[in-house]
Structure formats: structure tokens, C-alpha cells
């Protein structure tokens, strides 16, 4: 089993920027990919960014591309993402993931194979 924490929320208005951390704990070793997860009031939970944990690659939904970046510290077991210029559509919970799979494109369309708990972030007009 993978254990991921979520941390980094809150409250932000339009424009601002807002990091959140992913501490996976656990078997680790299993996983390849890590990523987020978003899903806003109403709305299906949707991908946001991946990473490969081997070799840095990254993919990323169009919605957030140029705002958004998710970047990893492997001694470190966490993944970040970055959130800048915000905006109150990105306002959602979001979830951290990981995946067995390799390819990101695998961890976007079928979904991972852990969640994390989820952390709230709101944005403001």
C-alpha cells in the first residue's frame, strides 16, 4: 500500500499563487507516476499534472498549462505543484495520485491506483 498526504491548501485571490506538497509514505518503490487531481462542486474530478518519477517527464491539462507546474523530490518521496495566476474556476479539491503505471497518458485516462485525501483550494474574485 501507498500512503499520500496532501498539504498546501487554502485561500487565495484571483491572481496569487499557491503550492501544494504530496508526501508519499509506504511502498513507494511500486509506483512510477505520480500526479493531481482536481474536482470542483458538481463537476467530475478531472487530471491536472503528472510526473514520472524516473525521469521527470511531465504532462499537464491544457486548462492549467503556462499557470500550473509539478515537479518531484524523489530523496524526498514528494511531488509538488505549483499554482500561479489563479483563477476562481481553479477553485476545487485537489487530490494527490499515484500510479503503478509507467506512461503518464495511462495515469490521466484510466486513473491511478492510489488517492490522497484531498486539500481544498479556493480562489477568489
Known amino acids: 500500500q501507498v500512503q499520500l498526504v496532501e498539504s498546501g491548501g487554502g485561500w487565495v485571490q484571483a491572481g496569487g499563487s499557491l503550492r501544494l506538497s504530496c508526501a508519499a509514505s509506504g511502498r513507494t518503490s511500486s509506483t512510477n507516476t505520480m500526479g493531481w487531481f482536481r474536482q470542483a462542486p458538481g463537476k467530475e474530478r478531472e487530471f491536472v499534472a503528472a510526473?514520472?518519477?524516473?525521469?521527470?517527464?511531465?504532462s499537464c491539462a491544457d486548462s492549467v498549462k503556462g499557470r500550473f507546474t509539478i515537479s518531484r523530490t524523489n530523496a524526498e518521496n514528494t511531488v509538488y505543484l505549483q499554482m500561479n495566476s489563479l483563477k476562481p474556476e481553479d477553485t476545487a479539491v485537489y487530490y494527490c495520485?499515484?500510479?503503478?503505471?509507467?506512461?503518464?497518458?495511462?495515469?490521466?485516462?484510466?486513473?491511478?491506483?492510489?488517492w490522497g485525501q484531498g486539500t481544498q483550494v479556493t480562489v477568489s474574485k
Open positions: 495520485a499515484a500510479g503503478l503505471t509507467q506512461s503518464l497518458w495511462t495515469l490521466r485516462i484510466a486513473g491511478p491506483d492510489y
Open positions: 510526473i514520472s518519477w524516473t525521469s521527470g517527464s511531465t
